[in-house]
């Protein structure tokens, strides 16, 4: 992938156990969880411009002493995007410098 590792399991709120595990509860799988992180997996590569990004597969598999799960996620990045320009049109109410500053995308 074109990000690390280490930056697209952050964005997981599923994790491994350690010690604070016991007390936070965050390691345990949960099909909602799990859910709610691929939602966090896509947004993290639409706001860094990968907008054709796709999930192709997740699988989850458990160890057979049912003590350990793993998952597995088969991304398909796509072409990166970027924004050529911002204009701003019609009968503006505040003047258009001051509505660009406020705007979360630049050139």
């Known amino acids: 992938t074109v990000f690390p590792d280490d930056a697209l399991t952050d964005t997981f709120t599923l994790k491994t156990s350690n010690w604070l595990s016991f007390f936070k509860n965050d390691d345990k ?3 909602e969880k799990l859910s709610g992180d691929l939602e966090r997996l ?8 990968y907008i ?11 160890t057979p002493d049912k003590k350990h799960v793993y998952i597995t996620v088969n991304i398909q990045e796509g072409q990166k995007y970027t924004v050529r320009d911002v204009k701003l049109s019609g009968e503006l109410k505040v003047p258009q410098d ?4 406020l705007l979360l995308v630049q050139k």
């Open 29 to 31: 799988y949960a099909r």
């Open 42 to 49: 896509r947004s993290y590569y639409l706001d860094r411009g």
């Open 52 to 62: 054709n990004m796709d999930i192709s597969s997740t699988q989850v598999s458990m």
């Open 98 to 101: 001051q509505l660009q500053s």
